[in-house]
């Protein structure tokens, strides 16, 4: 190992001189690469995106390069110090030269050119992929998917008719689509009306799709519009099914409410317990004050986590003696968060 890195550290002390790392370049870059770069100017960069636990196999070079038109490119040199050939380098250069385009984003819109660069000097001969695609199964289709223009789905660009033709997603692109109108309520009715047939298929599995988009759509709903929603669901849906859905949507903002309620105690209460523990200025105290903090946030969490439930059954026009039972909270108190 030793001897490795005595190879990799004189390496790097050649390739970071200039008039050494000029000639490198001079020799290995692609000729269309070269043509567009300017090698007078080099620049050594001190980042390096080699992985810890390669440290010791593995050494990398950046060359930063202005291109003849004044724009950055970069020149990433891994030195292999392996004695095998790394049949995973190919995966391992586009991992780091991607680390080197997230750096390089900010506040920009186009990435600099790079152009990857191995030197290999192990003693077994050199067999392992040369890019990315050889890694695939099927080279030529990787390729193709990740190279190419990515699938873009623009629904604000299809028709509404080639949406309602779909039977299992019409209902769903639809709503994405329109989901920015103001009239959410209108929507709805447009929903159920023109997606009639995907009501049939969302029926066979419990309405799922309509649970899902209920409940997404519901927080653009202003709470005095939540019981004209439920009147449009009860006009195309049996009142078991709206009861259902209804009952599951409120479900779900239990079960947020009750999260919500208690992280924000525990946080306020483990915040009162440390400041209690510094006032007390001995480590003991401290301890003490964080574990009575944590306990009081607890009792805080549970009780803010009744208040947001009863919150949203509320919303949801629940009946005050029934928010009573599940949320363990007085009739007096539940009145006056209604009020």
Same mark, same amino acid.
Request: net charge neutral.
């Given at each position: 190992?030793?001897?490795?890195?005595? &190879?990799?550290?004189?390496?790097?002390?050649?390739?970071?001189?200039? %008039?050494?790392?000029?000639?490198? %370049? $001079? &020799?290995?870059?692609?000729?269309?690469?070269?043509?567009?770069?300017?090698?007078?100017?080099?620049?050594?960069?001190?980042?390096?995106?080699? $992985?810890?636990?390669?440290?010791?196999?593995?050494?990398?070079? *950046?060359?930063?390069?202005?291109?003849?038109?004044?724009?950055?490119?970069?020149?990433?040199?891994?030195?292999?110090?392996?004695?095998?050939?790394?049949?995973?380098?190919?995966?391992?250069?586009?991992?780091?030269?991607?680390?080197?385009?997230?750096?390089?984003?900010?506040?920009?819109?186009?990435?600099? %050119?790079?152009?990857?660069?191995?030197?290999?000097?192990?003693?077994?001969?050199? &067999?392992?992929?040369?890019?990315?695609?050889?890694?695939?199964?099927?080279?030529?289709?990787?390729?193709?998917?990740?190279?190419?223009?990515?699938?873009?789905? @623009?629904?604000?660009?299809?028709?509404? @008719?080639?949406?309602?033709?779909?039977?299992?997603?019409?209902?769903?692109?639809?709503?994405?689509?329109?989901?920015?109108?103001?009239? *959410?309520?209108?929507?709805?009715?447009?929903?159920?009306?023109?997606?009639? &047939?995907?009501?049939?298929?969302?029926?066979?599995? @419990?309405?799922?799709?309509?649970?899902?988009?209920?409940?997404?759509?519901?927080?653009?709903?202003?709470?005095?519009?939540?019981?004209?929603?439920?009147?449009?669901?009860?006009?195309?849906?049996?009142?078991? $099914?709206?009861?259902?859905?209804?009952?599951? *949507?409120?479900?779900?903002?239990?079960? $947020?409410?009750?999260?919500?309620?208690?992280?924000?105690?525990?946080?306020?209460?483990?915040?009162?317990?440390?400041?209690?523990?510094?006032?007390?200025?001995?480590?003991?105290?401290?301890?003490?004050?964080?574990?009575?903090?944590?306990?009081?946030?607890?009792?805080?969490?549970?009780?803010?986590?009744?208040?947001?439930?009863?919150?949203?059954?509320?919303?949801?026009?629940?009946?005050?003696?029934?928010?009573?039972?599940?949320?363990?909270?007085?009739?007096?108190?539940?009145?006056?968060?209604?009020?």
């Amino acid at each position: 190992m030793t001897h490795h890195l005595k &190879h990799d550290a004189l390496i790097k002390k050649i390739l970071t001189d200039q %008039l050494a790392a000029q000639e490198f %370049l $001079e &020799h290995y870059l692609p000729a269309d690469f070269k043509a567009l770069v300017d090698l007078s100017q080099i620049t050594i960069e001190k980042e390096s995106f080699v $992985e810890d636990n390669l440290k010791r196999k593995l050494t990398d070079l *950046i060359y930063s390069v202005k291109t003849k038109n004044q724009e950055k490119a970069f020149v990433y040199v891994l030195i292999e110090a392996q004695v095998i050939p790394d049949h995973w380098m190919a995966l391992r250069l586009w991992k780091y030269m991607l680390l080197l385009c997230e750096r390089n984003r900010k506040n920009k819109d186009r990435l600099p %050119l790079l152009c990857p660069i191995v030197i290999y000097h192990g003693s077994r001969t050199y &067999h392992a992929p040369r890019n990315l695609w050889q890694l695939f199964s099927n080279p030529e289709q990787a390729k193709k998917l990740m190279a190419e223009d990515y699938q873009l789905i @623009d629904l604000q660009s299809m028709s509404d @008719d080639a949406i309602l033709k779909k039977r299992q997603l019409a209902m769903f692109e639809y709503l994405l689509k329109h989901i920015h109108q103001r009239d *959410i309520l209108k929507l709805w009715s447009e929903l159920f009306t023109k997606c009639k &047939h995907v009501l049939l298929v969302d029926k066979e599995k @419990d309405y799922i799709c309509i649970k899902a988009l209920l409940w997404y759509s519901d927080a653009k709903l202003p709470e005095e519009k939540q019981a004209a929603l439920e009147r449009i669901l009860s006009d195309h849906l049996s009142k078991e $099914e709206t009861a259902t859905i209804m009952r599951t *949507i409120a479900q779900k903002y239990i079960e $947020e409410g009750r999260q919500k309620g208690i992280m924000q105690g525990l946080e306020k209460g483990m915040m009162q317990g440390m400041e209690k523990g510094m006032e007390k200025g001995m480590e003991k105290g401290m301890e003490q004050g964080i574990i009575q903090g944590m306990e009081q946030g607890m009792v805080q969490g549970m009780m803010q986590g009744k208040i947001e439930i009863a919150k949203a059954m509320l919303a949801n026009g629940a009946e005050i003696s029934f928010i009573e039972k599940i949320t363990g909270l007085n009739t007096a108190f539940i009145d006056s968060l209604q009020a």
